[in-house]
């Protein structure tokens, strides 16, 4: 799948469109369709690529699809945050409210209630927020969206957190 109308277009849409496109060409990212579980619609990995499930997306997928679009800013902010905090539920809680958010302004749809309550968590240190957020999550990607063995804090500082009670500031 040639991913460059993808980017083009995804540039043309605001801020966010714009940024996750600079980061992608700039870290040269390499974009493709890998096969992975059900419960995933894309992943990032540790060499820095972005795989989209093909259960999902194909060459024949319109390259303004809000959902691939959507799916390429979440992968990409995990880029962003880098391993310790991608692998986690603060992590991921960024991630989803990004691309959340995005799809929802490029869709022009409203948040449906799971989506909803996700965008609406104060994102931060809170362990209640998170375990809430790790929650609503599975209840969104189902069961098999294994969110469930992700720290609440990126592992140093959920390791800070088991030694010291003390959440980070």
């Known amino acids: 799948m040639n991913f460059e109308p993808v980017l083009d277009h995804l540039a043309m849409l605001g801020e966010t469109g714009r940024s996750t496109v600079d980061f992608l060409r700039s870290h040269k990212t390499r974009l493709s369709l890998r096969r992975q579980g059900r419960a995933t619609g894309a992943r990032w990995t540790l060499g820095g690529s972005i795989y989209l499930n093909p259960r999902h997306f194909s ?9 691939l679009l959507s799916l390429i800013v979440h992968e990409t902010v995990h880029l962003r945050q880098g391993v310790g905090t991608a692998l986690s539920i603060y992590g991921e809680l960024e991630a989803w409210q990004v691309g959340l958010a995005f799809y929802c302004a490029i869709s022009g749809k409203a948040p449906g209630r799971l ?13 209640d927020v998170l375990r809430q957020a790790r929650m609503l999550m599975r209840a969104y ?14 592992m140093p500082l959920e390791i800070r957190y088991w030694l010291t009670r003390r959440a980070p500031s």
């Open 141 to 154: 990607a189902g069961k098999k969206y294994r969110a469930d063995l992700l720290p609440l804090y990126p």
């Open 59 to 67: 060459p024949a997928t319109p390259f303004d699809h809000p959902g």
């Open 115 to 127: 989506a909803a309550e996700i965008l609406a968590l104060a994102h931060g240190w809170n362990r």
